[in-house]
């Protein structure tokens, strides 16, 4: 069975501070995709990333940016200079090769504070 | 733009009330999920088509029921609503088969589902 852990709960940063949200996974597969989505208010789940897990590079997306490190079993979501529109619930998630479910972790609560 | 499109936002319905949630897509992706999602929780998988394949998963109670007319809706038929329904009920799509095995699912707006 598939597991994503985010230990974090809630998150409060002030506008312009980095966050790291951390998401650690356990799974027997080998073959195995990460996703981070992020939740606004408004209740939709937006795909921000997929890694898959031959594919250790590390990722940056104009504020956003990932470090997949399998030794670990971490897939860690990074926002620079954090702005108030990044407050939002933001999920971790893990599917295996073959399996369409998500297993999503719980979710970080980021607060953004002006 | 390709979307997936959830009707209504919100729905207001009475206890032991059937409604039904609809859910259509522009993504021609032929797996297709609804999810519940109650505050502060993560999305709970309740069903999902694969194609035409329906795939209920082992917890989720009888009183939840779906449809999937063509590739581009699906519904959600809660037969008699109890208080503990009240949740945001989410529609995603992914595209998988034929060389796809990313994953990604694409997540409607949500219906948010309140039972007086």
């Known amino acids: 069975a598939q597991k994503v852990t985010q230990a974090q709960t809630e998150i409060s940063v002030v506008e312009k501070e980095d966050v790291t949200l951390d998401c650690v996974y356990e799974?027997?597969?080998?073959?195995?995709?990460l996703f981070w989505y992020k939740q606004p208010p408004s209740g939709e789940l937006v795909f921000l990333i997929r890694?898959?897990?031959?594919?250790?590079q590390n990722e940056i997306s104009g504020r956003y940016s990932w470090n997949f490190q399998k030794s670990t079993s971490s897939f860690n979501f990074t926002i620079t200079a954090s702005q108030v529109v990044d407050s939002a619930v933001y999920f971790c998630?893990?599917?295996?090769?073959?399996?369409?479910?998500?297993?999503f972790g719980k979710g970080n609560q980021v607060v953004v504070i002006p | 733009d390709a979307m997936v499109i959830q009707n209504p936002r919100y729905q207001v319905t009475q206890f032991g009330k059937p409604v039904t949630l609809s859910c259509s897509q522009t993504?021609?992706?032929?797996?297709m999920y609804w999810y519940q999602q109650k505050s502060s929780q993560a999305p709970k998988l309740l069903f999902h088509?694969?194609?035409?394949?329906?795939?209920n998963e082992a917890d989720t109670p009888d009183n939840f029921q779906s449809r999937r007319p063509n590739t581009s809706f699906c519904f959600l038929d809660i037969r008699s609503p109890g208080l503990g329904d009240a949740a945001m009920y989410l529609c995603?799509?992914?595209?998988?088969?034929?060389?796809?095995?990313?994953?990604?699912?694409?997540f409607g707006p949500g219906t948010r589902l309140t039972v007086l």
């Open positions: 088509y694969y194609d035409k394949d329906f795939n």
């Open positions: 993504l021609n992706h032929n797996v």
């Open positions: 890694r898959n897990s031959f594919d250790e």
């Open positions: 799974t027997r597969d080998t073959t195995y995709y």
């Open positions: 998630a893990l599917s295996v090769l073959g399996n369409n479910r998500l297993a």
């Open positions: 995603a799509t992914s595209r998988s088969g034929g060389g796809a095995v990313y994953n990604e699912q694409f």
